[in-house]
């Protein structure tokens, strides 16, 4: 079993920025890619960003491309989405997941953490 804990979230002006952090523990995560999703309240769950966990390979949804950045530390223990430029929109849970597979739908995804709030303010 995989534990991730998110952290780093909170209230925030429009414009600023904060840096999300997910930790992976217990069992060594092997799969394919971790992601950060959100949910805004009355909205569905969207993928925003996510890092193949071999390669490193990045992949954004196109309302967070260019502001937004996914990496994680060479350990492979620790995800990260830097969130720069933040607007009132970004405004959502914010959640960390891992998959074995390459799909993007949230489905397939085994692994969640218990979310972290991020407010952008205008």
């Known amino acids: 079993q995989v534990q991730l804990v998110e952290s780093g979230g909170g209230l925030v002006q429009a414009g600023g920025s904060l840096r999300l952090s997910c930790a992976a523990s217990?069992?060594?995560?092997?799969?394919?890619?971790m992601g950060w999703f959100r949910q805004a309240p009355g909205k569905e769950r969207e993928l925003v960003a996510r890092?193949?966990?071999?390669?490193?390979?990045?992949y954004y949804s196109d309302s967070v491309k260019g502001r937004f950045t996914c990496s994680r530390d060479n350990a492979k223990t620790t995800m990260y989405l830097q969130m720069n430029s933040l607007k009132t929109e970004d405004t959502a849970v914010y959640y960390c997941?891992?998959?074995?597979?390459?799909?993007?739908?949230?489905?397939?995804?085994?692994?969640w953490g218990q979310g972290t709030q991020v407010t952008v303010s205008s």
């Open positions: 997941a891992a998959t074995y597979g390459p799909s993007i739908s949230g489905r397939d995804y085994v692994y």
């Open positions: 217990g069992r060594t995560f092997t799969g394919y890619a």
């Open positions: 890092i193949t966990w071999i390669g490193g390979h990045t």
